[in-house]
């Protein structure tokens, strides 16, 4: 059955003017490649028209030589948004510093106390 893209056949043609007997020609195919969400082949038929008239055809979907495999692009990576910092970690050791902080006041004022004495 013909590759479709949004409803449309792809086809391309070329014409071109053979140099010698073994004469050859690239034939380009544009689609959006986006559609494509799996691993998908296509076998690439050909005809050769003279002025107007089919003179030769290959048309053999068996042919591994006018078949292509179309990987499709995996999705990049979205970046992560937002903190992940450790907000556990931060309340923590603000804790043992307000401790620590508390701790030394209350051994100040008790040498302080004991002083006074």
Known sequence: KPFLVD???????????????????????????SVITKETEIVVFEALYREGTEIAVHADIEDEGQTV???PQPEPEKPQTGDNSNLGF??????????????????????KDEDDE
């Open 7 to 33: 409803g449309k056949e792809i086809t391309s043609e070329v014409t071109f003017t053979a140099e010698k007997a073994n004469s050859e020609v690239t034939v380009s195919f544009t689609f959006d490649g």
């Open 90 to 111: 931060y309340i923590g050791l603000g804790s043992v510093a307000v401790g620590g902080l508390i701790a030394f006041l209350i051994i100040k004022f008790k040498k």
């Open 69 to 71: 495999t179309i990987h």
